[in-house]
């Protein structure tokens, strides 16, 4: 009998084709997330769980009483939607997708670097609105970013990515945070030994770091920037104390934003949409039919990998 699994949320055809035929899939034609409650049943039901970003597999669905679920093929480089300790206490496998969404973030990124520096915004809602009077040599006036600093925050595969991109591509001086020391790049950039030091010398700071219940980009590091700098989050909402960055914003204490994530999504607070100098997007920095196919595809090989009882491409726990 072909192994019972539960995937959470409508995929690319030839990811549902692929697991249809490897396993006895349920899919989610209406793509509507699920509840916690159709969750903690399915933990019964079925032998693997096929979740996302953002479903939350926290304790309560963890250890639901009964379970049957021996594996989470989490579809998303991140994972801090579930909580993996639980999961390791509880004998749970989870794997994610590392990777092949790295450029594709890294894309974003820039995007938000790009739309943030040249206030796109703000110029494209003028001519939305039939506000526009022409051209003008002083009006709406960005900022280049040709020999400006970036400061990266996590030099892990996306944060290097956009790093790379930021320097090789457009001549940025790259300044970067990393726990850990960094020593192999093949792009010129120095590493500080702080997260202020960063945010405090940087033109434009993009955050790389996973979230968490206690945000690595604290309201003091925000408090640190130039008032001509940008922050852009392709992260986590979670990763940056939300609401410091939308003080700071709304304040004039620093220039302005470029934001892919949110610390409740799809919740984006009203005074955030309402400001001209942020750029929002919905959390795309993986959504190409390339990249989520891929992903959709790598989470397949975790649970082919599981149930052929092997090692998993890409282990959490
Ligand atoms: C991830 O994979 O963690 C992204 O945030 C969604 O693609």
Redesign the pocket.
């Known amino acids: 009998m072909k192994p019972k699994i539960l995937v959470s949320r409508a995929l690319p055809e030839t990811v549902e084709a692929r697991l249809a035929y490897s396993f006895d899939a349920t899919f989610n034609k209406t793509d509507a997330p699920m509840t916690a409650a159709v969750l903690c049943q399915a933990m019964r039901d079925y032998d693997a769980l096929v979740p996302t ?1 953002s479903d939350r597999i926290d304790a309560e669905v963890l250890l639901t009483h009964g379970r049957r679920v021996g594996m989470i093929a989490n579809i ?3 994972y801090s939607n579930i909580d993996t300790d639980i999961a390791r206490e509880a004998g749970i496998r989870v794997s994610n ?1 590392p990777d092949v ?1 790295t450029d594709a973030t890294a894309d974003i990124a820039l995007l938000l670097i790009l739309a943030a520096t040249r206030r796109s915004y703000a110029a494209e809602t003028k001519l939305r609105q039939n506000r526009w009077g022409g051209f003008s040599i002083v009006d709406g006036l960005g900022s280049s970013i040709q020999g400006k600093i970036l400061g990266i925050v996590g030099m892990g595969r996306i944060g290097r990515a956009t790093a790379r991109r930021a320097a090789l591509g457009f001549g940025m001086n790259v300044v970067f945070y990393n726990r850990s020391s960094v020593d192999d790049l093949d792009f010129e950039a120095t590493q500080l030994g702080s997260i202020d030091a960063v945010l405090s010398q940087a033109d434009v700071v993009s955050i790389h770091v996973p979230g968490g219940s206690t945000p690595l980009v604290t309201a003091e590091h925000i408090a640190a920037m130039k008032p001509s700098a940008y922050l852009v989050n392709t992260a986590r909402g979670d990763s940056i104390d939300q609401t410091a960055l939308i003080d700071a914003l709304s304040e004039g204490r620093i220039a302005g934003a470029g934001l892919d994530v949110f610390e409740a999504e799809p919740f984006v607070p009203d005074v955030l949409r309402e400001l001209e100098n942020v750029t929002l997007l919905p ?1 795309i ?2 959504a190409t039919t390339e990249v989520r196919t891929a992903m959709g595809m790598l989470a397949a090989d975790n649970l082919e990998a599981f149930f052929a009882g092997k090692d998993l491409p890409c282990t959490v726990v």
């Open positions: 970003v998303g480089v991140g997708t969404l959390h920095g993986s």
